[in-house]
């Protein structure tokens, strides 16, 4: 029979997610969290003798989201901890009657998820600054933007006339603007923002299904088919630089769309700016490159020249180079992140 020594000796992944830039990987495990940075290489672990559920990085800062979770909870699941790498304390908490489910957070705010609930805090004051109402959202479904400079939230709502349709909530904290808004004929499994806050991705119940709606006017801008039977998508990503986005699901495929269509590039002062082509329609398309992939529940980011980085919740990581014609391609690079702290 396992001790609980022994099991706070289990490392082993609960939950792997990136920072906002995908610079940073984070992984809350069975005794604490792990640090990841692949280039140039960085590892730093925490043992919290402890498990957590949850693990979110503030960006490169040394504050970290906490939940409890897995074989020995460290905290409970009704709790987030904000916790200092650095200082090695506990700098606030937020308590709520049910689990927390997702943490997302901005440069000075946090949304906590909850099954019929996110709440908006102030991490300076810890002040309640926002509740919103959601359906019943048991995987935590929440989508938030990147960039530091502008805050925009998405998260499923109670359908206004038709309670089969997929309906998304939508906060603008830079206008304080919020609206509704249609996103799917059916119920929606999944969503994300991208990092400039241009685009909203959601996924159809049925996994088949995923729409790129503009934020600006509200219009559809893409629809993309990620195939005919019915799959869990468990991933969307952007890439930073607006070249392609992708989505993995529990089929063990990632599939990867141009934004070539939807993104309007200007370089300006050496700086690129982005905003989303207008159009008097929508395209609807298959994707042009499927990764194969033998691990469904991944995650992923793009690099530079069509590179792709996918994590696993082995704690391995493989790279992978698409061609720009499209197909199938299969990881080429395989790593150990154990490897990387000897």
């Known amino acids: 029979m396992e001790t609980i020594y022994e099991s706070f000796e289990d490392s082993s992944a609960n939950i792997i997610s990136f920072n906002q830039d ?7 495990t069975n005794r604490g969290y792990k640090i990841i940075q692949l280039s140039p290489v960085f590892f730093h672990e925490k043992n919290l003798l402890g498990s957590l559920s949850r693990c979110e990085l503030s960006f490169r800062s040394n504050l970290l989201a906490l939940v409890g979770g897995g074989k020995i909870p460290k905290f409970t699941s009704k709790k987030v901890v904000i916790y200092n790498d650095l200082e090695d304390c506990i700098e606030s908490e937020f308590k709520f009657a049910t689990p927390v489910l997702n943490v997302k957070f901005k440069k000075n705010i946090i949304f906590i998820v909850c099954e019929k609930k996110i709440y908006v805090f102030n991490l300076t004051t ?4 926002d509740t919103f109402d959601t359906i019943t959202n048991k995987k935590g479904m ?7 400079e502008k805050t925009i939230m998405a998260h499923p709502i109670e359908p206004e006339d038709d309670p089969d349709k997929g309906y998304v909530g939508i906060k603008n904290y830079k206008t304080n603007k919020y609206f509704p808004l249609l996103v799917h004929d059916e119920a929606i499994s999944h969503m994300e923002i991208d990092y400039q806050g241009l685009l909203l991705a959601t996924v159809n119940e049925k996994g088949t299904i995923i729409r790129l709606h503009n934020l600006a006017d509200k219009s ?4 993309c088919k990620r195939g005919k039977d019915r799959a869990v998508v468990n991933y969307i990503c952007f890439d930073m630089e607006y070249n392609y986005f992708g989505v993995s699901s529990s089929k063990g495929t990632i599939h990867i769309w141009k934004l070539d269509d939807v993104i309007q590039k200007e370089k300006n002062d050496k700086k690129i700016n982005y905003s989303v082509k207008k159009n008097n329609g ?3 398309d298959l994707s042009f490159a499927k990764i194969k992939f033998s691990k469904p529940n991944c995650i992923f980011c793009f690099r530079p020249n069509e590179n792709l980085l996918i994590i696993t919740q082995e704690e391995k990581y493989y790279a992978c180079k698409f061609d720009k014609k499209g197909g199938y391609y299969t990881p080429t690079e395989i790593k150990n992140f154990y490897d990387m702290k000897k």
């Open 22 to 28: 995908h610079s940073l990987i984070s992984i809350g």
């Open 126 to 129: 810890s002040q309640n600054i």
């Open 142 to 148: 929440i989508a938030v933007n990147g960039c530091p």
């Open 220 to 223: 559809l801008v893409y629809e």
């Open 282 to 284: 929508y395209k609807t």
